[in-house]
């Protein structure tokens, strides 16, 4: 069980870190106007985030 954790740990790291490698100032912007969000649609934006992951895992495995 730990080890597919970390394994899904060091996945997670490897996606978050393609974007700023790839567009570094686009990543620079997107996260530059995500400060302006408010917090209750950052919090409706990560709940939808998390019903589409466990959605995404659900059909994965």
Avoid: T
Avoid at 10 to 18: A, Y
Avoid at 22 to 48: C, E, H
Wanted: proline share 3%; hydrophobic share 60%; charged share 10%.
């Amino acid at each position: 069980m730990m080890q597919h954790l970390l394994v899904a740990f060091c996945l997670m790291l490897i996606l978050e870190g393609v974007l700023p490698f790839l567009y570094p100032q686009r990543w620079r912007k997107m996260v530059a106007q995500l400060g302006q969000i408010s917090d209750r649609n950052m919090r409706i934006l990560g709940f939808i985030s998390m019903l589409l992951g466990l959605f995404c895992l659900l059909l994965v495995s």
